[in-house]
């Protein structure tokens, strides 16, 4: 029982560090494609809206 105790409490912070290096690989992965593909900077609104027109006036 103490030995399943202490992998238990190994187990959790190590499951937390394992977690928040996926979602940075994630994050990292995903910037770099953005970056190569010019998906990076100011949006541009009026291609979001079909009746951008409509409602700026």
Do not use: Q, Y
């Not at 953005?34 to 409509?54: C, N, Q, T």
């Amino acid at each position: 029982p103490l030995a399943l105790a202490l992998i238990f409490a190994v187990d959790r912070p190590l499951d937390m560090l394992r977690t928040t290096v996926n979602v940075t690989g994630d994050a990292t992965v995903a910037s770099v494609v953005a970056k190569s593909l010019g998906k990076f900077g100011e949006p541009k609104v009026k291609e979001w809206d079909d009746h951008f027109d409509e409602v700026s006036s």
